[in-house]
């Protein structure tokens, strides 16, 4: 059975970090592309950051350039992503999802797999 487990959500200010990590079991990790999504109250959820199974590709949204980055250990089967000048819109639950297809890994339609989430509340 897969299983994605986010964790290090919490509450931080304005201009904080975080780090949040995803830790896969049951799926050939290098096997998948890697990606953290986000949804907002009453917002739809959107893309934030992938990388591809050997780490030679990552995307990001345009709101997060710059202040997010996400990597990969194939080694422990974990993706991160950290999280840097946070700002209060950042505020939403995180999800990682794993997809077989480094070209569709921006797509929250073309994932096979997705976490429980962890909740990122930055106060301003």
């Known amino acids: 059975q897969v299983q994605l487990v986010e964790s290090g959500g919490g509450l931080v200010q304005a201009g904080g970090s975080l780090r949040l990590s995803c830790a896969a079991s049951g799926l050939t990790f290098s096997r998948y592309a890697m990606g953290w999504f986000r949804q907002a109250p009453g917002a739809e959820r959107e893309f934030v950051a992938a990388i591809s199974w050997s780490r030679s590709n990552t995307q990001y949204a345009d709101s997060v350039k710059g202040r997010f980055t996400i990597s990969r250990d194939n080694a422990k089967n974990t993706v991160y992503l950290q999280m840097n000048k946070l700002k209060p819109e950042d505020t939403a639950v995180y999800y990682c999802?794993?997809?077989?297809?480094?070209?569709?890994?921006?797509?929250?339609?073309?994932?096979?797999?997705w976490g429980k989430g962890t909740l990122v509340t930055v106060s301003s």
């Open positions: 999802a794993a997809d077989p297809t480094t070209a569709t890994m921006t797509e929250s339609r073309k994932m096979d797999y």
